[in-house]
């Protein structure tokens, strides 16, 4: 049976409405418009602005418009603006009425390209967060490093080849004095000091973003990005991040925001990491703080068909190692790299039946390394085969990498639209403080609310299946 037809146009008729009736009562922007005290901004804000001159849009409200476009993904401030010019919930939320104008998105592009600065992203990200630890939410006791590639706004065809002085490690003068302390135990001389002329590495530099890096892996098309270098506890509440040009290794961005993490939360126990964090000085620098690191297991770059480095066996009391063949490998130096060499004896070599699977070396002889950290490596494989490490590792498809997909399918974090480190950070800052104040309006809505959450779940799980047969939780 048809429905009945529509014969009139209500489309000009006026009528008195609250703007607040207009809002679902389980509305997100409900949630979180109460989640957090938004006077808390004006602090921030303060000394931003001139006391002379015309008055100013309210920060407040910039702000607000600026967490809209992350919160939802939006890709851009002129579709945040168009977007809430037409949605009534998005009015509510920044307080303008159903006939008032909304500011233009240059104005809010001006304030945060030119008047707001990145302290000022880091204290808004802060405040969210002492939010979500003052209610109890927030366990850094584990924490889950890893990081995420953002492709860059730039051209891989428009590059061009440059030469830049190579990174100094930030443990590079520790490690030179352990292996001269080394070297000496084996009765060997220091190493000569290396020349003072610095070091220089060619690069691939984009012409437009020159401060993204090349980013090529597995499979992956080539493409400069930037790197996302996150931290998240158990509950998913983003605790720290740093973004780094996409051609820079995991393990050596890690000690920026392993210093800047641990100084904000100083209780934390036990680090979970990927393979690629799984370094001597990594796990060194974890143990000697006194906290546990909980890593993967680590396949050895070993060539198909050669002995694996596990098949020498490490003879801690007479400082050699034992070959598949049980022939001897005896210390021959400590390298500059940090690593002890244990060479064989080429005379036995040549006549060993494994030597087409042990080494292809013109001399015949088998070298394999050892670092002068190596213990810190083997301490974390025991780790790995704990109650604690398998329990911790395990968690990171619900944590960790649960944010990294909540953030590009939700919250539009594949590609970026600006460029430059100090913008790309910002960017990236408020897209987590976006998802830190959405999991934080949830989380306070369940518990001071239960009655209303489960009757919020009640409706959309009815809803859904009416429209769609299914679950949806968009």
């Known amino acids: 049976m048809l429905e009945e037809k529509r014969t009139g146009n209500n489309r000009n008729d006026g009528e008195k409405v609250s703007l607040d009736e207009l809002v679902p009562k389980f509305h997100l922007l409900r949630k979180i418009d ?15 602005y001139s006391k002379i001159g015309r008055p100013s849009v309210d920060p407040v409200v910039l702000v607000k418009m600026v967490m809209l476009q992350h919160i939802y993904g939006i890709r851009s401030l002129r579709q945040t603006v168009a977007e809430i010019e037409v949605n009534v919930a998005y009015r509510w939320f920044i307080g303008y ?11 809010i592009s001006y304030n945060f390209l030119h008047r707001f600065d990145s302290e000022m992203f880091e204290e808004i990200f802060t405040l ?8 109890g939410y927030v366990k850094p006791s ?18 061009m080849k440059v030469h830049v002085p190579a990174a100094v490690k930030k443990y590079e003068e520790q490690l030179h004095k352990e292996i001269d302390e080394d070297r000496d135990d084996h009765g060997k001389k220091p190493l000569k000091d290396r020349e003072k002329e610095e070091e220089y590495v060619e690069k691939t530099v984009s012409t437009t973003d020159p401060e993204s890096g090349l980013f090529h892996k597995g499979e992956h098309q080539k493409c400069f990005a930037y790197e996302a270098q996150t931290v998240c506890d158990k509950n998913n509440f983003i605790l720290e991040t740093a973004v780094v040009p996409g051609n820079v290794h995991d393990s050596v961005s890690f000690d920026e925001i392993y210093d800047r993490v641990t100084k904000r939360f100083p209780e934390i126990e036990v680090v979970t990491a990927d393979a690629g964090y799984k370094t001597p000085w990594i796990c060194k620098r974890i143990f000697d703080d006194g906290r546990i690191p909980s890593m993967p297991y680590k396949r ?13 066996v490490y003879d801690e009391n007479y400082d050699c190692y034992i070959c598949p063949n049980n022939e001897v490998l005896s210390y021959s130096t400590t390298n500059r790299e940090g690593y002890r060499e244990y060479k064989s004896n080429p005379q036995k070599c040549e006549k060993c039946e494994f030597r087409a699977q042990c080494t292809e070396s013109k001399n ?37 990498e ?29 897209k987590f403080t ?41």
């Not at 009425?97 to 104005?107: A, D, K």
């Not at 070993?302 to 480095?309: C, I, L, Q, R, S």
């Not at 490490?389 to 968690?395: A, I, P, Q, R, V």
């Open 128 to 135: 969210v967060l002492n939010e979500g630890i003052d209610s």
């Open 300 to 312: 050895p770059q070993t060539k198909k068909g050669y002995f694996k480095k596990y098949e020498y």
């Open 402 to 430: 649960r944010v990294f997909a909540d953030a590009k399918e939700k919250h539009g974090m594949r590609y970026t639209y600006y460029k430059g480190l100090n913008q790309v950070t910002n960017w990236v800052r408020l």
């Open 142 to 159: 584990v924490i889950f490093v890893d990081s995420t590639h953002i492709k860059a706004n730039a051209n891989r065809k428009k590059q």
């Open 434 to 474: 976006a998802m830190n104040l959405k999991k934080l309006a949830m989380w306070k809505f369940k518990n001071e609310n239960p009655t209303d959450f489960y009757r919020f779940l009640y409706t959309l799980f009815k809803s859904s299946y009416q429209h769609t047969k299914k679950p949806c939780f968009s």
């Open 364 to 400: 015949t002889q088998k070298l394999v390394t050892r670092h002068i950290w190596e213990e810190y490596i083997e301490r974390a494989e025991d780790i790995r085969h704990s109650p604690l490490g398998k329990k911790t590792y395990s968690m990171r498809s619900q944590t960790i």
């Open 97 to 107: 009425g159903l006939t008032e104008r909304i500011p233009h998105f240059s104005t």
């Open 34 to 48: 109460r989640s957090i005290d938004w006077k808390k901004i004006y602090p921030i804000v303060e000394g931003k």
